[in-house]
């Protein structure tokens, strides 16, 4: 890495904003954050401090941002530090473009609020609560398709169950056909989101051809179900809810509008939870004596029974340990706002039209706030509270994670059945490596027997041992 000195200062007119240098430019120094978002920003922040540009002359292409003060300003302030959907390439009035751009992230200003008020009632506790059930029962059925296996990639499950989950509670389907089947139209049109949505060729061969074909079929799918949810005004389901929504000049959502929404609550959803599923497992199988302690408190507990809302929010420890993983594994840790114009950050002039990047890794990590920040200690929350700046793995402001409660219940629910019933190890010397999201890029390898309390870590490679001391 390049050494910090004067010439490594970015001049942006009177400012010297601080940043690395390297002779192969800045978008050198990109390529480096992007392959290594976590060590790269660490050593950014510990090297510039807490505003550091990318780029060169007056006008840097980017600025890291880094600690709560700069959280809170970036995300109190969402009409100066905007959402950008400029790398979106997809044409807007096609049917991807439908899709893509009726999204909650995707809107900013007067008609974010009024989106959001729409949706709200979808995510209300009540509504949350109904979902719990359906939680319960599918988490058990694929812990029985488990049965007679001795090895498992977990974070695969984690995902067919988030998907199973989203999909169920989204549109209220029973039939598992269905429902899979629905799963994999959304899985085809997300799989290549860059080639999707920078790239959008129509030629036959190509991802955003392959995509556009299941998106036809998906719209087609969601409108019948609208049609169906009409007629049965009393069905529990997040499009049914959204579907009856109005805001108070009786504004409602078009059906464009309400199968573009359904979508991106799908994508925002289940991957986000399945992957913080899977670092929960991971975090627990390697720190045996937090995972007898919690086995201990599903026993007291729940005493062999299912998970009832009651029941899980008297479950202080698995509170501690979602809590815990969210913080040094966060799988949406860095997020991104452009400029609308000039502004002032950490004592720098940022020019209009400037990335803003916000760092909820490096936040959670800042050792005067979290006491051996690099340690796995899910004790550490019975005694602290921390700010929405300084703890905020669904972001915060305007743009918060609307589907927080819910992502929380069903990592509540998804842990509590399965811990009880099976002893997660992970394989030895598995490489267990995440990326900017927390995916587990090589998979992980998880050894299953039923669970018999005989807690042992295994010893594992892979760059998970630069993100956690365990
Ligand atoms: C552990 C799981 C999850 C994590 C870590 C997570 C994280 C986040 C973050 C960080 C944002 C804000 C991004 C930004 O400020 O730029 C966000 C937004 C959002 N999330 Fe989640 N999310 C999770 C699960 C879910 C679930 C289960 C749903 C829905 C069922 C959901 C729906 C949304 C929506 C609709 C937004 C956009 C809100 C807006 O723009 O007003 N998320 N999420």
Not at 43 to 54: F, I, P
Not at 145 to 162: P, Q, R
Request: hydrophobic share 40%.
């Amino acid at each position: 890495m390049e050494e910090p000195n004067q010439m490594g200062n970015i001049a942006t007119g009177q400012n010297c904003i601080p940043g690395p240098r390297s002779i192969l430019g800045w978008r050198m120094n990109m390529l480096r954050f992007f392959r290594n978002p976590f060590t790269y920003s660490r050593w950014l922040y510990e090297t510039y401090g807490k505003t550091v540009a990318m780029g060169h002359g007056d006008n840097p292409s980017y600025v890291f941002a880094f600690g709560p003060d700069l959280n809170e300003q970036i995300l109190t302030n969402p009409d100066l530090f905007k959402i950008s959907s400029s790398l979106v390439k997809v044409p807007k009035d096609s049917l991807m473009g439908r899709m893509f751009y009726n999204n909650l992230l995707m809107m900013t200003g007067e008609k974010h609020k009024q989106y959001r008020r729409l949706m709200q009632p979808a995510f209300h506790r009540q509504q949350i609560v109904s979902y719990c059930n359906d939680m319960v029962q599918l988490t058990k059925q694929l812990s029985d398709s488990w049965l007679g296996l001795s090895e498992i990639e977990l974070n695969h499950e984690m995902k067919k169950l988030t998907q199973r989950i989203a999909v169920k509670t989204l549109f209220g389907l029973y039939n598992e056909a269905e429902l899979d089947q629905m799963g994999r139209l959304i899985h085809e049109i997300t799989k290549s989101p860059l080639f999707v949505t920078l790239a959008p060729i129509n030629i036959p061969g190509t991802p955003f051809h392959r995509a556009l074909n299941s998106a036809k079929q998906l719209d087609a799918h969601i409108r019948v179900m609208i049609e169906e949810k009409r007629k049965n005004p009393n069905a529990v389901d997040v499009l049914s809810s959204l579907i009856q929504a109005r805001d108070e000049d009786g504004t409602k959502l078009s059906d464009d509008e309400l199968v573009g929404h359904t979508f991106s609550l799908y994508v925002a959803g289940h991957e986000t939870t399945a992957n913080a599923l899977t670092w929960a497992f991971f975090l627990l199988s390697q720190h045996p004596d937090i995972q007898s302690n919690l086995l201990d408190e599903l026993d007291g507990v729940l005493a062999g029974n299912d998970p009832t809302i009651e029941k899980l929010s008297s479950l202080s420890m698995l509170d501690g340990v979602i809590k815990e993983t969210l913080r040094l594994l966060p799988p949406a840790g860095i997020g991104v706002r452009i400029t609308s114009s000039s502004c002032q950050l950490g004592g720098f002039t940022i020019p209009k039209d400037t990335n803003v990047f916000f760092n909820q890794m490096i936040t959670h990590r800042l050792p005067e706030l979290y006491d051996q920040a690099d340690l796995f200690k899910p004790e550490r929350w019975r005694t602290i509270k921390r700010t929405a700046y300084e703890y905020l793995p669904f972001s915060a402001g305007e743009h918060m994670c609307m589907g927080s409660n819910f992502a929380i219940q069903e990592m509540k629910v998804v842990l509590a059945i399965l811990l009880k019933r099976y002893r997660f190890s992970v394989v030895p010397n598995a490489k267990i490596s995440p990326n900017m999201m927390m995916r587990p890029v090589h998979g992980m390898p998880m050894r299953i027997v039923p669970q018999d309390r005989q807690f042992q870590k295994t010893p594992v490679c892979g760059t998970i041992h630069q993100l956690v001391d365990f």
